[in-house]
């Protein structure tokens, strides 16, 4: 019974660890928040974007970025506003490596897309600014 006990006050903890960490702010390294975007927005580069986001954003941030997708009612974190002024706050490198890492029921994209790809969807990120 006391190995029951400390199962459950065990599980009890860890699950109050996930809820709490998952309540954190999104810290990212100093070194990938001052990495800066290697990948012109030009036109041709913002067309490209817009398809990598339509493909592998745009069910859970929505077309416009508001966080309104198809999956996103499923999600439990905040999608975010990606034409919010907080949103355009962070830097191309936070942008970069939120979407390359992936946290809770953010995918990480490392496997997904290459380095280009991202930066490419960085661009796209900036476009939707109100």
């Known amino acids: 019974m006391k190995q029951?006990?400390?199962?459950?006050?065990?599980?009890?903890f860890a699950i109050g660890m996930v809820s709490f960490v998952n309540a954190q702010e999104w810290v990212v390294p100093a070194k990938d928040k001052a990495m800066k975007n290697p990948?012109?927005?030009s036109k041709e580069n913002l067309k490209e974007a817009k398809t990598?986001?339509?493909i592998q954003c745009k069910s859970c941030h929505g077309a416009k970025g508001l966080g309104d997708g198809t999956k996103a009612k499923s999600m439990k974190g905040d999608l975010g506003d990606f034409s919010s002024a907080k949103f355009h706050a962070?830097?191309?490198g936070e942008l970069f490596y939120k979407t390359k890492v992936g946290?809770?029921?953010?995918?990480g994209y490392s496997k997904k897309l290459n380095?280009?790809?991202?930066w490419l969807t960085v661009i796209y990120m900036r476009s939707l600014k109100k």
Do not use: F, H, K, S
């Open 90 to 92: 962070q830097t191309d």
């Open 52 to 54: 990598l986001y339509d």
């Open 115 to 118: 380095d280009e790809e991202i």
């Open 39 to 41: 990948v012109e927005a």
């Open 4 to 12: 029951i006990r400390i199962i459950l006050m065990t599980a009890v």
């Open 103 to 107: 946290r809770a029921d953010m995918p």
